[in-house]
């Protein structure tokens, strides 16, 4: 199956500070999710982004399809920003399967 | 975004007893659901898809008469877990979308724990 890996995987930073996350896959996709788990457990989609680039506030994302990576950014952090950051992909070939990396554990000090 | 709601959030059951999980979609039809399960600080494992209609179709290694899923409708799917023991005891998720080529959205998880 598709392999999913993201770096780094823990992530400490000082509120302000500015950041990249990243998502490698093995395979062509079909689609691909960023998500924040919050301390509660709950999953938030942050972007839904099989290629090309969004923003939404602090938060952007891209997604180089042809070179099987998407990348996080995330500015101006906040302590709110604590979580875990999953990226998830569905492997081309029709299963539509979200397949989870290991996630990047990001801790914002105030 | 839509909204996937997931209950009970957090059970706690005998050793031997039965526990079932409900994830309904509130604002769209989701021809398909997945059940995932999260050990601490590990990320999601596929459990099983589930198609409205049909048979759910599992992941190898999942017991699936120990984890009963049930799609009955396009905005309810169950996940019943049989004869629990405290190996049993987990994070379970579920997720669903409108169709294969969609967002994904998620409940926000069950909290099991087996005495």
């Known amino acids: 199956g598709i392999q999913v890996e993201q770096s780094p995987p823990d992530l400490i930073l000082q509120e302000g500070a500015n950041s990249t996350l990243r998502c490698n896959f093995s395979d062509s996709v079909n689609n691909l999710q960023w998500f924040h788990q919050n301390p509660w457990g709950q999953l938030i989609n942050l972007f839904y982004i099989p290629s090309g680039t969004k923003q939404n506030g602090r938060l952007s994302a891209t997604t180089v399809a042809t070179e099987r990576y998407s990348l996080l950014y995330i500015s101006s952090s906040q302590t709110t920003d604590s979580g875990v950051y999953f990226c998830?992909?569905?492997?081309?070939?029709?299963?539509?399967?979200?397949?989870f990396g290991r996630g990047t554990s990001l801790i914002v000090h105030p | 975004g839509a909204v996937v709601s997931q209950h009970p959030s957090r059970v706690i059951c005998k050793s031997g007893t039965s526990v079932k999980i409900e994830c309904r979609s509130l604002?769209?039809?989701?021809?398909?659901m997945f059940w995932y399960r999260q050990f601490p600080k590990q990320s999601l494992m596929l459990m099983a898809t589930s198609n409205e209609g049909s048979k759910a179709t599992y992941e190898q290694g999942v017991e699936k008469d120990k984890f009963l899923i049930n799609h009955a409708s396009l905005t309810l799917s169950t996940l019943t877990v049989t004869s629990a023991h405290p190996e049993d005891s987990s994070f379970y998720i579920c997720?669903?979308?409108?169709?294969?080529?969609?967002?994904?959205?998620f409940g926000q998880g069950t909290r099991l724990t087996v005495v």
């Open positions: 997720s669903a979308r409108w169709t294969p080529n969609t967002e994904a959205f």
């Open positions: 604002d769209f039809q989701a021809t398909t």
């Open positions: 998830a992909v569905d492997a081309s070939g029709g299963s539509y399967i979200p397949t």
